[in-house]
C-alpha cells in the first residue's frame, strides 16, 4: 500500500540540488524552486501526445494556466497567481498522470499529491490548502488552458474539448501563440523560474 511503507523501503528521490524528498512525508525544507522548474521543464503533458518539436511541458502548462488567470481576473492577488504557477508543482517528482489514470489509481495517488502540494505551498509561503473560491478560479483556468492545449496541440476538436474541458478562456492572440508553441525543456525551465521569481517578488 502507498499510504505505509517498510523501513527497507525507498519513498526518496534525490534531487539535483543535492535534496532528498521523502514522497511519504515531505519536508518544505527539501524543496527547492530549481528543482521543481527542472523537473516540470521535462514531464510532458498529454503523455506526450502532442504536435511539435518539443513537448508540451508540465512547466509551460502551469505559465499558460497563470496567463489564463491573469486573464480572467487582471486584479487578482500575486499569491493566487502563484498558487496557480505551482498548482502542478507534485509532478516535478510524481510525474504528470493523465486524469482518466489518476480515476484508476483513485485515492492514495491523490494522498501523495496533497501532501506534496501542501509542502510545496508552506516552502514559498502559501497555505498548505489554499482556499475554495480560489482552487475554484485556478482549477477553471486549468480547464481554459486544458481546452486550448487539446485543440491546438492534442488532436481535439472544438466540440469535444468543450465537453470535456468548457470553454475557450479567450487569450489574446499573441499570448495564446506564445504560450501554445511547445519550448525546449531549458526555455520552459528559464521562464517558469523567471515568473516565479516575478510572483514572490
Not at 510524481?94 to 509542502?119: H, N, Q, T, W
Not at 469535444?160 to 526555455?187: H, I, M, Q
Amino acid at each position: 500500500m502507498i499510504s505505509g511503507k517498510s523501513a527497507d523501503t525507498r519513498a526518496w528521490q534525490r534531487m539535483l540540488s543535492g535534496r532528498r524528498l521523502d514522497l511519504l512525508d515531505p519536508s518544505p525544507l527539501d524543496i527547492e524552486i530549481a528543482d521543481i522548474a527542472h523537473g516540470l521543464a521535462r514531464v510532458a503533458r498529454w503523455n506526450g501526445q502532442t504536435s511539435g518539436a518539443h513537448i508540451f511541458s508540465v512547466a509551460q502548462h502551469t505559465l499558460l494556466v497563470e496567463a489564463v488567470l491573469r486573464a480572467e481576473s487582471p486584479n487578482i492577488d500575486a499569491k493566487v497567481r502563484l498558487a496557480a504557477l505551482l498548482h502542478d508543482a507534485p509532478e516535478y517528482v510524481i510525474g504528470d498522470m493523465i486524469s482518466p489514470f489518476k480515476a484508476v489509481l483513485g485515492g492514495d495517488y491523490k494522498a501523495v499529491e496533497k501532501r506534496l502540494l501542501a509542502a510545496i505551498h508552506i516552502r514559498f509561503g502559501l497555505p498548505p490548502q489554499v482556499d475554495n473560491g480560489i482552487e475554484r478560479q485556478i482549477k477553471a483556468a486549468d480547464r481554459g488552458a486544458a481546452y486550448l492545449e487539446a485543440t491546438e496541440l492534442a488532436g481535439f476538436s472544438k466540440e469535444e474539448a468543450k465537453r470535456l474541458f468548457g470553454r475557450d478562456p479567450g487569450l489574446p492572440d499573441a499570448v495564446r501563440e506564445d504560450y501554445l508553441t511547445p519550448w525546449s525543456a531549458v526555455k520552459a525551465e528559464k521562464r517558469f523560474l523567471a515568473r516565479f521569481k516575478a510572483l514572490e517578488a
